[in-house]
């Protein structure tokens, strides 16, 4: 019974405790390029609420604004309006497109580099280093018994975790208000119910999944890994193990003793050392590495220490691999990335951001829509005329008041009143002041002579009196009874 | 489970849970602890939600909760709070004289929009949706033709006294007699009345028929109709010169109003709705197009200056 893969009846447990990753310190040009990415991603979600915009006296003076109770989106010089959401969501699709240009290009570069849970974590993890000190304390201490200072330690981090988390949660709130006001009002207690609550969740997340949950989000959690590994093939960029170059594995000393015996790689761990995902970047390409390239750093560190060329740890694609293994050399960089997918990727993404500068710059910010009463369809007035009734939606999308015309054609003997005005006296134009920044709805009434055909189309205009003479129209119809009726 | 083969799976190198069907093994990937733990979480979540909500299903209704939390009790919460909100507004509107509303222009557009509330529960039934009521049975309320006048004290008498109500005093009311049935008018001097009708309101070319017609409505109908027949709002006597007929204007349909006419009749709505609903119906209905300016001054000058 006693065969070497019989487990004796020790049943595996199915469910696991998380292994610790106590992730050492590094340095290289990676690890510097992960510090610029996160000082600006971090300096980018701080502090973009905070910048001012002018925009005149009737709309807010934040530059990025998503102003959810006014129904306004405010990014710089564009205001869009929730009629003209294809814009966010064309910035999605571009958002979209533009992951996928990265990972067929240079892998899950997004994961390693850019994911803010990749970014919060790197965050937290330079906390457990300044408070509890580099990997081998930091295993020592979780190891070690409860003493006062194991305590304190735990306690000044988490009140660390607490604070950002805490930071994180209130600057999200500030995209949708005016930060310096809402700023005021979330201390005096002033602020909306839903700020507090937004606050409260954020910062709990924050805390869960940056504090605690971290590499575990990557690996159970989300979704994108799946999707990337689906997405990147033979000529996307991954970090990789040259096992062909590093194995057999053996120390400085055993290879001196053996020359020839052994491949470049001692053994030494240290790409183990410095993973934020506690992973063996040795064991090949697998779903919890986040390609961050730190244990490139590391192992570039080491060979550079006993005198082997760098890189035995280092960004290859499948095919360089294959090629590299087989005694050829990898393709150029240049060569790697401009290839027909990359290339239709990236022309999808220019097109549809060319698309939409386009349509932003063609806009006109004077907007009619008319919508036609139905019940009554039509109105039989005492002198034999017809009238018909109509809501004008009237937009006016600039930041300042306006007044406007609005003129009917192709209805001949018509007139036009609002339900302010008076049928005596009205012509087929009347004027009307829209309010900057709203929009306006006007009833109108059209009266025209009674015989004529029972369904007839005509024009409603509307345009600037104000210097700015475009404007917008509308085809609509006009009703009357049918013969004999 | 200790008769369980667990063992080591070549290709991926872990271990098997030790079931077999078939030969088909089963790999042990285990779950993260955590996601045990969220599992009971959820269980003791749902054991505190029994507690504090409705939940179990009983003969007539499900237990209560402690909570004592009900969809129909947010509802509840939900419109006294929205009375609340509308009530300074209300107040306003109570407060002011009609005639001084269109004046106001705020406060006329939230009476209109209060009116339109109204107008949906208590008046859609016969006058329809949006007012144009029903051809041969409701008057339109939409156009410019009023039989007991169409500004907006007349309108809000009418609301609040009804047509021809039985048991109120106040009620407008008159009784057009059925010169028909009641043998008052034979069928060819009804047939005379009704070409002179036709004829007034350039339906007919004058003739013969009219002619006499016109003698008989001298007698019999100008007290009421007036003299040229331009009605009579004091007795709701509709103008019979203009396009706008509510029984038919032909002469099958002219004829049989005079034989009998139908006299119909409105509710009124002062024993069941409050002076500012009133009031606030009055300016909907006045809005829907044919609002007369009446003796108001404060509704002239107000021009289309783009404030609904």
Redesign the interface.
Known sequence: MA?P???S??????????KGVYPKAVNGPFRRFKWAIMAVTLAIYYATPWIRWDRGPYAPDQAVLVDLANRRFYMFQIEIWPHEFYYVAGLLIMAGIGLFLVTSAVGRAWCGYACPQTVWTDLFQHVDRLVDGDRNAQVRLANGPWTFEKIAKRGTKYLIYLVIAFWTGGAWIMYFADAPTLTVDFWTGQAAPVAYGTVAVLTATTFILGGFMRE?VCI?MCPWPRIQTAMMDEKSLLVTYKDWRGEPRGSVKKAQAHPGAFGDCIDCNQCVAVCPTGIDIRQGPQIGCITCALCIDACDGVMAQVGRPRGLIDYCTLDDAAAEKAGGTARPVRKKLLRPRTLIYFGVWTAIGAAMLFSLGQRTRLDLAVQH????LY??????HV?N?YTLK?RNMETRPRRVAVTIGGLPGAAI???????EGSGQR?????DADSV????L?VAAP?KGPARQDFSIETRGLDGDPRGDSDIIQFDRPEAGQ | MADLKQRIDEATGTSTVGHEWDGIEELNTPLPRWWLWTFYATIVWGLAYVVLYPAWPMVNRATEGVLGWSSRGDLAKEMAADAKRRAPTVNAIAATALADLPAKPELMQAAVQGGAAAFRVHCVQCHGAGGAGVKNLYPSLTDDDWLWGGDLASIEYTVTHGIRNPDHKATRTSLMPAFGRDGILDAAQIGDVVSFVRTISRQEKASASSARGAALFEANCAVCHGAGGEGGRQVGAPRLTDAIWLYGGDRDSLTATVNQPRNGVMPRWNNRLDPATIKMLSAYVYSLGGGEKGLAPAAEGQGADGQP
């Open positions: 065969s893969e019989d487990l009846g020790q049943p595996a447990p199915l469910y696991e405790a998380r575990q159970y009463e139905r019940s009554p109105v039989q007035l005492s002198d034999g009238r009734n009237l009143w609002t339900d302010g005005g008076a049928r009347i004027e009307i002041m829209l306006t709805r006007v009833k009434f009674g």
